[in-house]
């Protein structure tokens, strides 16, 4: 009986290998590292220790994406100027277990170096490169990683017929946010999530350019499978007075000639409903959807100072209201990073339809980030009782 089950054990494992692959893909790597950096012997630039960062994601079990960045204060080699050097890089990185606890690591990609501050030494270079290293794993989330890095380009600043090499050497410390044996990301489906975000609001009037202002506001987001429902209050405080001008027959002088007032406010808030759609359940993914939404210019006030009775103050005021609610469609799109089934991160651009005769002019444009956690299911289950 033991050696059935073991063999089913066994066949299960080899019918679905994917599922294991699946489990090491979609890992977050946050990286910190002492460096040696070695540079081309044209330069007459000498060697030493700097440090920098790594951030990757995983897209499979065998390949990945990260962004290096790398920094050293060092000097000629005639001790006569101080030199600083940065650079980032954005490598594609394959994999290659080893162990269990051992992976190697090779990844190439483009490195773009800065030299500071003072002539010869204040030029960019744009370079391929690529490099090998390891990472051996302490614990599920904590690995210690070796790199050893090159780079390349065919010219030289300083001799027309030479080319550029530089290396560095790096040891650091690597700590998993989300493990790989997480990479099949998290179950969010029918969940409730209560959420908060703030940006940058972007809109003008029918007197002003584009400005941007500050917007804040909280959602709710109701998932399915892949969709979820969404619904949001915001909130934009203007940080200088908007001024725009309305059409009124009735009026006598404005900022822009008769025929119309002029309006000032410095608060606009909107209620938006819609439907988002997540067509990759991955542990960062893409999202995107749209829907209705309305706004409301808070307390705007009208120049009145022209009107010459009861009537035509009455009739300004009538028309400032009525310019400053209006319905509109809107559609978004983003990116979210999911720590856990309860809460993720996410970051997202909003673009609103114009309407005619309201005191925002033309689309608005919304850039935000913001927080969400689950308090729960959004679906109950259903029991019976025998």
Known sequence: MKRLILLAGFLTLVANPSRLAAQ???????????????????FLVENGFGG??????????????????????TRNVAATQNIDVSGISANVVFNFPASDRLTLVASGGYSHMVFAHD?????????????????????????????VRAQYRPDNPFYSNAFTAQAQASLGA????????????????YQWYWGAQGGAFVSKTNTEAYVYDPIIG???????????????????????????????PNAST??????FR???????????FGVLAYPSQKVIEPFAGGGFALMQVLNPSVDCSSCTTLGEAEEAASRVHDASSKAFVWVMGGLQMNYSSRFNVFAHYLLTSSAQGFLLDGNTHTLQAGLRYSLGTSKEGITERH
Request: hydrophobic fraction near 40%; charge should be neutral.
């Open 24 to 42: 090491k893909s979609q890992a977050l790597e946050f990286n910190g590292f002492g460096s040696w950096w070695r540079f081309d012997k044209s």
């Open 52 to 73: 920098g960062v790594r951030i990757g994601y995983s897209l499979s079990d065998r390949v990945g994406l990260e962004v290096v960045g790398d920094f050293i204060a």
């Open 119 to 147: 002539p010869p030494y204040d030029f960019t270079q744009h370079l391929i490169g690529a490099g090998l290293g390891f990472r051996g794993f302490v614990s599920h989330h904590l690995a210690i990683r070796g790199d």
């Open 174 to 189: 690597s700590y998993f946010f989300i493990p790989p044996q997480q990479g099949k990301g998290w179950n969010k489906n």
């Open 218 to 248: 909280g959602h709710w987001l109701i998932t399915a499978r892949r969709t979820a429902l969404y619904a949001a209050y915001e909130q934009s405080f203007f940080l200088a007075d908007a001024h725009a001008v309305i059409f009124d």
């Open 254 to 259: 404005s900022s822009v000639g008769p025929g």
């Open 262 to 272: 002029d309006v000032t406010f410095s608060d606009v808030r909107r209620f938006m």
